[in-house]
């Protein structure tokens, strides 16, 4: 039985991945290289490759492919590279031409405002552009709800994070806020008793940068196939074959850039081993947002706050800024594992991120659904923020909800991706645990191998094979369960 | 009368446009930061995009919509649009889109395998990448050929320099040589007898980079509009509303990238002020490669050896690499015109630099109609050197013909354009002289507006709007003359 179907679908595959690999060059440019007057011919060059990746992604002819290939004689792999097809196929038709240039326009135009409004503390300005992005992304909810059948934010967030649904994310939402708040209380009474030193400034960007570079290696980076640049936020963008990293740096203070660069390399690594063989077809593809930011939480959080990191970044550390007391290594791991409520979310400890996360989500779902509009968010955002991590937010948007460039960037269904994360990275270790005892005792002797080992067979390589549950259940032998991220933080916080 | 089919040509060339906006700086960005495990992706896709963009061109509509629009009521703006619109099409028509797409893909895997051959002097290695580009070349040359009905060598050389025919080149090429041994002997002999100090090195990278900077200001650089970047042959490229230079920096000599800069700065700002309201509209382009280089050469060599310019420079060179003997002014002026035959015609003297473009010439008319192959090249690259600059360049394939990118990305016809841009900037700055006679004394107090004006409104808003011969008959009054090179030469090295 011939593949003529099958094949055509993986030859025009190919050709949106080409031509989408100048998209995603052109995008980490527009945010780590343009100059200010770039911007207009640049968002227009990206909304037209925009519009016409959805036109290649909707042509007439890719319905009867779909149907004959799933009649044709595939194996394993070929079919489950046909569901993602035809997954990216759903998708890409539940939303006209119009509005994904539309969208695309006015995600670029309020993102690069948003980068000057944001220093500026300009609510007023940046929310004249978001709520464009708002009306667009309400849009594009009600026509991806009409084809799948959900509810327009579980139709965002089936984008990010197939097969999860609000009521599932309030069930773990639910069961994190039973304990969240007690175990905050515990960590930060423990840790009151501690002493750490502050690391003193200035650190010097360029020193900086260098001790990025030398950590990202540690974390096992592959420079031949990626950078490492500037960007306002940082993120990991590019393609799989040419890695574009992105940090911020600031004077005063190197850990959260450089543990920002290691969060990204998680990210990064798992682009970069996703199988060379497949790329280009949608099976390559890493399977989830929710997978993927549990990928770089294993860098940052399980590795990166790991009792026994600190030992390793010491000698990076003191090679790049020189040493003095908080660079010790019992006062780095303190350091490491510091709890302590806080306005930004990317600066966050592991223990008060989950609040940040239950802030947007409880935002962003009533904001699509239409119960709140953007001018609500301010007061909103206040409230939770005194709710949840008992902080005064009033007035001070750039701390706020500026502070992310998810909602101007129109990703909403998105953030509930990060704690989700946090939950597969803590049972891919209770599992690397269950098959390596002393795979403590590797990590804290700087024999990483284990760890990235099992990711990359289980995770990297497997890129979308497997449906997220079942990838879940067969890496760690047992479906998603949020016991293990209570574990993991009782054990390294009140252990 | 309605304008229907004008209208349609426009939307489609602006859709070309701002798709072509990707490609311009996914090409920069493969010269200026893409890793080495990058390229196979980047040259695939960019030979994708290629391809598509040739697929734009050559669409069926087109020639009817071309043949209506002729018919239509167009104002001059208009027709002359039109008129570059019929170029474009008939360019594109000539060649089949699988050869268009095999060029784009031999010349990015010729020209990134010569990123490490040339630093290795590996001629054996580079030459079979060459014999493949070359031989596509060739064919192109056929393809054109037939269409245009020129020889194969003016059918490509009609490509970046419209109406200019090799029998012209041959007059030109032939008038130099009558003159310029001769020049070059009595200029080397006046300036045996002046001293000049060297600049003692070294010059620190970043202080080069912000020399530059400073420099590019002076020249009217809008940075709002443009960076500079390094690559390992400098170029300008980006678009018009974005425009990316590249440089390179040697620790040991800081005139070469200052000057590569500073010529790179006319390219630039030629773009930076193409009309506004033309982009996306062929109108809108740089008439021609001779008169792209008739400004960096402006900026380069009418400006940047003026004996005025060295008092300009010498406050900036002072800032960044500190004070030294060689940095007075008449060291320095003597410095910047200072001639001496050479290897690198980029960092040639411009009375020996027509030289370099002489040989390159012989060599690439008879090896893209067949008479030699590219295993003859150095042999006559010897001669011809031994000939023109009485320099022996044996083995030394770096500093031979692996030193220019051109021929490796598939640019043969090009070279001649050099030194008709030498011409007719001299031939600008004569027309300039005529309508404001202090302008040496202006150039000289650091008053560049009355050259940057004229430049403006002459050229650089002219964009296509003429066409050559026409735009430099309206700029400077007359045809192109080259005796206005020689007298140029001779008033400032023989003055
Ligand atoms: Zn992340
Ligand atoms: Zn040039």
Redesign the interface.
Known sequence: MSKTAYSALCARHV?MY??S???S??SW?QSA??????N???S??????GG?LHQLATEAELKGLLDAAAQEDLDDVERANLREMQRAWRASNALPQSLVEAKSLANSRCEHAWRSQRPANDWSGYVENLREVVRLAREEARCLSAVTGLAPYDALMDQYEPGMRSAEVDRVFGDLRQWLPGLIRDVLEKQSRETVLRPVPPFAQAAQKALGHDAMQLMGF??????LDESAHPFCGG?P??VRMTTRYREDDFLPSLMGTIHETGHGRYEQNLRRDW?GLPIANARSMGLHESQSLSFEMQLGSHPGFAGLLRPLVVRHLGDQPAFEVGNLNRLLTRVKPGYIRVDADEVTYPAHVILRYEIERPLIEGQIEVEDIPALWDAKMQELLGLDTRGNFSDGPMQDVHWGAGLFGYFPCYTLGAMYAAQFFAAMRRETPDLDARIAAGDLASVFDWLRSRIWNEGSRWETPELVRRASGEALNPAHFQAHLRARYLG
């Open positions: 050709r080409r031509l690999h100048l998209h060059i052109a440019d290289n343009m100059p200010a007057k770039g207009e011919a640049r227009l060059a990206l909304a037209e490759m016409l592959d420079f031949e196939a990626g950078r393609v074959e040419d790329l």
